[in-house]
């Protein structure tokens, strides 16, 4: 089954005009690699926690309902469970928000490692040449799994759900609202573009030492930032 999902995949995916390791930005480490051991995960070892935002979180609602579900219990960060994990109140349902940078490979290259992890079985690839969602089943559990091209073409962001296929239809809104959240999120982490030769901590130290100088000794210019003491710069 798998050769004629690839060869789809293949083509889809062999038409990109832009390759995204031409892209020179600055890699923001937001977290630590993401291990997560359920069967949906894709071990990569670049892998980041994406960051909360105004989009997710308690009291934010996709598709007409809150997100994360309100029971639903965000994990504690661990050497081997590392990325933005929530756990279903029986336990037995995972949901997992990660980025990942676009400058280590191809996007092709990317997605086919989203598509394909030894053990699992595809049952539906969706995708265009900037994210694809992949369904499958690996054992006794489905996963729906979703890369999608963010922060202007610097950063991979992904979300992961995985269930037991026994219970499927009762995580369906769940899914639904991840994949939708996902899309909401492009701008969510995101920095300004700096050099890949200059580290954004640099500028923003730069930026910070070298405020607006006042026109005279007696004139402050509007919106001075405030000195280490908490003084203007233009108080004694």
Not at 188 to 193: E, F, L, Q, V
Request: charge should be neutral; glycine fraction near 8%; charged fraction near 20%.
């Amino acid at each position: 089954m798998r050769a004629p999902v690839l060869i789809g995949l293949l083509f889809l995916l062999g038409t990109q005009a832009a390759d995204a390791r031409h892209y020179r930005f600055h890699y923001r480490h937001w977290g630590h690699a993401l291990r997560y051991g359920g069967a949906a995960a894709v071990r990569d070892p670049d892998a980041t926690t994406l960051p909360s935002s105004p989009r997710s979180g308690p009291g934010v609602r996709v598709l007409g309902r809150p997100f994360p579900p309100p029971d639903w219990q965000l994990q504690p960060v661990d050497p081997q469970h590392t990325g933005r994990r929530y756990r279903s109140p029986d336990g037995a349902a995972s949901l997992v928000f990660y980025a990942s940078p676009a400058s280590r490979e191809s996007a092709s290259q990317h997605l086919k490692a989203i598509a394909f992890v030894d053990g699992e079985d595809v049952l539906r690839l969706a995708g265009t040449q900037g994210e694809l969602v992949v369904t499958g089943t690996k054992q006794e559990r489905m996963f729906v799994r979703k890369a999608r091209l963010a922060c202007g073409g610097r950063d991979w962001h992904h979300v992961v759900v995985d269930f037991p296929i026994s219970v499927q239809r009762d995580y369906a809104r769940v899914v639904e609202q991840a994949l939708s959240a996902l899309d909401r999120a492009d701008d969510d982490g995101c920095t300004a573009s700096v050099s890949s030769n200059e580290p954004a901590s640099a500028t923003q130290q730069t930026t910070a030492q070298t405020p607006p100088q006042p026109s005279s000794p007696d004139e402050v210019p509007s919106g001075a930032p405030a000195s280490p003491s908490g003084r203007s710069s233009g108080e004694p």
